[in-house]
Each structure stands twice: as structure tokens, then as C-alpha cells.
């Protein structure tokens, strides 16, 4: 049974750093894609940050030079470094996981396993 868990969200200011986290139990990263989505009130659940079984990684737009994604294969966690966060960035941020295929995940509907998310909320 694949379970997640996020931590490290919290309310900071504009331009800081915030490293979150996500336990990982009941998985294997050598057959699991990986990944970080965020959710904003009133609007639609939209992947961050990817990394994919063999340690390829993939962003979004939005995170490109600022977000950088990795793993703990030894620790079972999966990390999201932040950094110059602005106020756009807030949302609830969730880890995601799902067993690779020939074609990368990139939607929230190619995952199957959800962690509860960890608030990350930004003030100019």
C-alpha cells in the first residue's frame, strides 16, 4: 500500500526559500514516477515539478530556475526546494506518485496515489 505524506509547507514572505518534503512508504523509486502539483483556490490542480524512475526531471514554466525536485532514494523522501517564492506560488502543494510507463506523466489524472498536501502561502 503506497502512502504519502507532506510536510514543510508554511506562511512566509516573497523572495524566501521553503524546502517541502514527502515521506514515501510502500513504494520503490526505481519503478515510480514522482512528482510535486499545487492547487490554488478556484483554480485546477497543476503539476510543478516531475521526476521520473530514472532521475529525468521535468517543470513547469512557473518553477523553471526557481523549484528543483529530487529524491532520497535511501530515506524514501521526495523533496521540492522553493526558492525566491513569490505570492502566485501559493496553493496547496501535494506529492504524487504512479509506476512509470513508456509515456511521461505530466496530468494529475496519469497519478494514482496522492499525499494529503501541505499549505504553502506567500505574502508580498
Known amino acids: 500500500q503506497v502512502q504519502l505524506q507532506e510536510s514543510g509547507g508554511g506562511s512566509v514572505q516573497s523572495g524566501v526559500s521553503l524546502r517541502l518534503s514527502c515521506a514515501a512508504s510502500?513504494?520503490?523509486?526505481?519503478?515510480?514516477?514522482m512528482a510535486w502539483f499545487r492547487q490554488a483556490p478556484g483554480k485546477e490542480r497543476e503539476g510543478v515539478a516531475f521526476i521520473d524512475s530514472d532521475g529525468t526531471t521535468r517543470y513547469a514554466d512557473s518553477a523553471k530556475g526557481r523549484f528543483t525536485i529530487s529524491q532520497d532514494n535511501a530515506k524514501n523522501t521526495l523533496y521540492l526546494q522553493m526558492n525566491s517564492l513569490k505570492p502566485e506560488d501559493t496553493a496547496m502543494y501535494y506529492c504524487a506518485a504512479v509506476v512509470c510507463g513508456e509515456a511521461p506523466k505530466v496530468l494529475a489524472g496519469d497519478f494514482s496515489y496522492w499525499g494529503q498536501g501541505t499549505q504553502v502561502t506567500v505574502s508580498s
Open positions: 510502500g513504494l520503490t523509486y526505481s519503478r515510480y514516477c
